[in-house]
């Protein structure tokens, strides 16, 4: 059995335009995502594990920073939600 860590994050976190990437991202295909993507209700549900360098290119910094404070707090997905609390260490955007 293999369980997992995620750590869930406020979608204040991201920006619009990341909001509508990420949207745009998981009704993709798996294999065209720079990023895996799950798109819940209220958010989205993504890896922490540091991307390779040509989809690094494509993945709006915002995130990036959020994958590695994720993998910084040992968790493997991280789980924007927009009930959750902001996080002091990373930039929020105007909703």
Do not use: N
Not at 35 to 62: C, K, M, N
Not at 64 to 91: S, V
């Amino acid at each position: 059995m293999e369980i997992g860590r995620y750590l869930v994050i406020g979608t204040m976190h991201v920006s619009m335009k990341t909001a509508e990437t990420l949207d745009a991202w998981a009704l993709l295909e798996p294999a065209s995502r720079p990023l895996g993507v799950a798109s819940t209700h209220y958010g989205w549900f993504i890896p922490t594990r540091d991307a390779e360098e040509s989809d690094r290119e494509q993945i709006p910094a915002e995130l990036l920073a959020a994958m590695a404070l994720g993998r910084e707090q040992g968790c493997d997905y991280l789980l924007f939600d927009c009930d959750a609390c902001a996080i002091d260490a990373l930039p929020t955007f105007p909703w």
